[in-house]
Every structure is written in structure tokens, then in C-alpha cells.
């Protein structure tokens, strides 16, 4: 996932465009939102940042860290 830490500000709608080689099931903490990644397709993830805090976004499946989502205060 590029970048490693994505920002936002608490209020803000976020998109994240997803993409892998391979299939990958996203999970988000915090926000406790999940989605599936295909291989070679793009899927997005779109929320309101309601929540500040720094959030992990893994792979659900291997537990592995892609990146986080930093939220600051509003």
C-alpha cells in the first residue's frame, strides 16, 4: 500500500483506491471497516473520518500492517 501513513483531518471524507497482485481482505481498525481486494482490480473504500487516532490498515487474513490512517482533530 502507498503511501505508508495516510492523513486526514476528523470531518473529512476518505477514498482509498485499494489494488494487488493477489487477493487481499482489508480491514481498517478502529473504523472496523472491511473490504476485498481482487487481484488486478481496483476497489475503493470511501468513510467519513468521525474518529481521531491513528488506525492500522491490515490484511485481515495474515494480520500483516499495509499502512495506517492518521485522523487528526478537528
Known sequence: MSPAEVSAEEGDQVTL?????SYVEVH????????EVLPGEETVLSFEA?????????DH?????LAALLVQPH
Open 28 to 35: 481498517l481498525h478502529g473504523y472496523d471497516l472491511e473490504e
Open 17 to 21: 483506491v485499494l489494488t494487488s497482485d
Open 50 to 58: 468521525e474518529i481521531s487516532g491513528r488506525f492500522e490498515i491490515e
Open 61 to 65: 487474513e495474515t494480520k500483516t500492517a
